[in-house]
């Protein structure tokens, strides 16, 4: 079986990222997880434009890897799950849908850190397309860039700022890093904020394994 | 690291039922699942009394598991998830709640198959409470005893019965099974219906895994 | 007729104040108003397991008492509630949706004042299964045990502090006490904010009486 | 104390058919209940038109009557209800309002029985200005005029058919009258339904008994 | 064909301001707009009861008006819109409704600058009946007279200060001006703001012309 | 002043009806309204995957169309409309939500005909984004292509049978077509229904031109 997850921007250190944070989740037994790059992809999906490039490309992609039993599409504004769905014969996952929902298991309300503050509003259409607008307490941008979001130092502390607010502020009992190149920082941001932090591209997968897992 | 699943009716062969389903989660650098039959619960969950009677005995289980890294209670009631979650130092994934939200990642509508009418009413309670209840294209009654839930025959044939309804007269895009001594029934009725059925103790198994394997 | 209003904590005091409230509903021709405390109850109900340690003990109270003919739970969250109904062939009254609705019938927006911020969580999650979240200006704790919660002094000037904020921030028009113990404070409080001040166990007095005289 | 309350139609049998259903809430030391017709009223309230014309009457009837200490306006309308809360000094209650409420504290969901499919629109309108229409099971018509409404006979044949089809297809728990002529029927409807049957009128004073009983 | 628009208040400087303001809508071979200031009206409507006051006076001219092809009821309450739309043959247009449902149309969250802080409960309860208040923003009160609405200077200043606090705290896209009366300064507070502003008396021309141009 | 209404399939004679349905808009004096076929796009728009093929090529045509006040993009799936409001200077209408805005001001609920089911799920999504999806009665399809609902016969008498299930047992006030190609059929359909029938390509058009005459 295997699981391959699509990061829809052609930032090959994001793609290498999300790899690096799936690592645990390759399990003898278990799914292979193959993480790709989709070559036409802008470096960073920040428009609405830059989700309109990548929604056909990806809808090839699915329709050509006959081999996969499952596709997550790793950026989480989930660009193309609608037409993903249309063409594949597999189960797609998006990550901003996964993440809402796995956050939902781990407490009452979340909060999620954007990138900035013009994605804020379409995650907020989204959510309420998805009916989970009222899981969520708030969402906050932390003001980075794509390319930004996975390294450490002024990273972190900029994620720590948003993550103390929509803890203490918006009563957040849990956190989802609002774009998939921020895992790196899922770890260290945990352990300064005492709450669940959730990587939605690790999110993604293990409730990708859940639907494979099943036999 | 260990997933404890907590079967808080003491009839053992719906315990059977759930380990067995869940042999496929059980891989090599996984999580161990461990499930356990709640000795002093009812024969069947199936008044808000039995659900009453093993709040405690739960709470108490979940503090002396210490070794446990997560815990699934396998009651669709999901009974003592907020006492649990109140007591233990990890979390606590209750299984209608997971099965909601798992079957949110497969469709845009769920329908659900309860055993019996008396249990919709307390099922709709609790999705209100999740604010999940918009998710939901239905719930139907297959008129089933706990017992009678986990055996084949006329049982899957009255499963059908329910689910066909939930996928034609109430749009539902995917359905969860309302009770874990169905879980045996998930296959067949899959492949009867032609659309995705969710167990929901595979639900909360795959959410705890996600949940464990975050490094 | 006999109207059995149980105070699910040990308290005798809290009780006592209880009592006392209600004396202005004890009406010639009208039903006899007896207040109980369950023995078995702790002395305070802050915690979930507080709650779930009532439960049992409330419902065979219903059961045993066949000379009632409603019953009041005096406790506001709500404690056993729904297995009070299974069990009892009277009508069974909260006071955290008794207080809820009464209020409704005096304000567009009601705010509530909790003993704790760990207990507005909880009451939120009850408001959203009651479906009677929209009508919540919002909820705000005194910081107070169930204890300090039926004195004057402090307890008064920590009211009137949380009502004010109710009243000024968040356009409440109606304000409801959340613990059965602050009772005697109802009369002071009220002539403070200059707003309906909303008993719960009275107002669950009030609607079970409303229940009763239909002849 | 006492409670005046106005059938806004000039039908005095309407007003005595009230006015004898709160007999029983006539209790020593409590209230007084005065039940007076609107003389500028239509026969009926049947239309937006006939609503309109009687918001100022009402108002008007508010102002001078200085002795009362709470008022409940007693057509399932709430014709006036805002501007009536304007003038007054004192509580005023809508039956429509208090009858959703009181029904709320009996049951899941309740059912209404309207006179005419006409008047079903204007009050589904109303529940959700209340944001109550969550709680609604149905809302069925009767097909009566208000006259027809407080006899027996037929009268009551229709009524117990529009609560059937509210119990067993709508899954309504409780039944409330809508529209105080009904009054009369609401003992023998409950007998035959078997579950309660709330009279708007009596569950308004209730809620004004219990304003008024708070010392 | 023919619009007629009708001030509900007798200020004659509304209507003409209002006349002014939709010079623009009367286009040759177009629908001609008569504005029309009801005599029996108030001087401004501020408070419940002006608005019963014009009900039945606005329901008598839109009876006798049999020209018209479609009325606007030019007052931001909306009065009398349900017993005009139960009196009319032809279409009635309320400004309240139009301007939410026009500004809808321009952004994803509207703001609403009222006159006091009075009228917002009344407007947002309305938004509730329409159930367009998830489109909301938020409301925040200039703290004008009806009379003062339509000026500059002072009132522009305070215009531009509400409509800031709705662009940048509370996150409004497009500002809905809350009277009739304040049409004069739409145009200097958009450019002032830099986003648009929507006259929701023109909002609901244009929606009457939508109406009318269909052949 | 100019309004330019794209049509993103590439069928011209569906552009042709929406242009004969848009000439009585055409008012000397107001803004000139031309009709366009995007030629890139594909013959009908059925699945997703037509609605992304269409989504770039709408947002390079109203970047290159500066002459422009206003667009409408006349598909009821609002291809694109995110990706043409980020690029566009001017507004950018789309006809399903301009079509349900408009129904709002006829109706209290509007019942929509979809082409087809696989378009309901879609259109549904859509309303639940808008937040508009409380005031929808139901959708039903009536089962045609894009090219035979522009048609009349049997065309129109299947408009008809979907429009009186609406308005019957939806009980849809007012109906909106769910195509821009059945624009020819919105007066016979109107007859025969006896309630309102928006064309959504003439509603986003009044509302654009409402947005434009503002002066």
Redesign the interface.
């Known amino acids: 079986m295997k699981i391959v997850v699509v990061n829809p921007n052609s930032n090959q250190a994001v793609t290498d990222g999300i790899s690096e944070?799936l690592?645990?989740?390759r399990?003898?037994?278990?799914p292979s997880i193959e993480c790709l790059t989709l070559q036409q992809g802008p470096f960073g999906i920040e428009?609405?434009?830059d989700?309109?490039?990548v929604?056909?490309p990806l809808?090839d992609l699915v329709t050509e890897r006959a081999d996969a039993d499952a596709f997550v599409i790793a950026c989480y504004s989930d660009p193309?799950i609608?037409?993903c769905?249309?063409?594949a014969q597999v189960?797609v996952?998006g990550i901003q849908?996964?993440g809402a929902?796995?956050a939902?298991?781990?407490g009452?309300r979340f909060g999620v850190i954007a990138l900035s503050p013009a994605s804020i509003?379409?995650h907020l259409?989204?959510l309420?397309?998805?009916?989970?607008i009222?899981?969520l307490a708030a969402e906050r941008a932390a003001d980075l860039s794509v390319a930004e979001s996975g390294q450490g130092g002024d990273t972190l502390d900029r994620l720590v700022e948003a993550g103390v607010a929509l803890r203490d502020r918006d009563?957040a009992d849990v956190i989802i890093l609002g774009c998939a190149g921020m895992a790196r920082n899922?770890?260290p941001l945990e352990d300064r904020l005492g709450i669940?932090v959730i990587?939605p591209t690790?999110?993604a997968?293990?409730?990708a394994?859940?639907?494979l897992?099943?036999?």
Do not use: F, N
Not at 128 to 132: C, E
């Open positions: 944070a690592e645990p989740y399990l003898t037994g278990g428009s609405q434009a989700i309109e490039a929604t056909l809808r193309g609608h037409v769905r249309e063409a189960p996952y849908e996964c929902l796995m939902s298991s781990r009452d509003r379409r259409r989204y309420r397309q998805l009916q989970l009222d899981r009563s899922r770890v669940p990587d690790q999110a997968v293990a409730m394994m859940g639907g897992l099943v036999s």
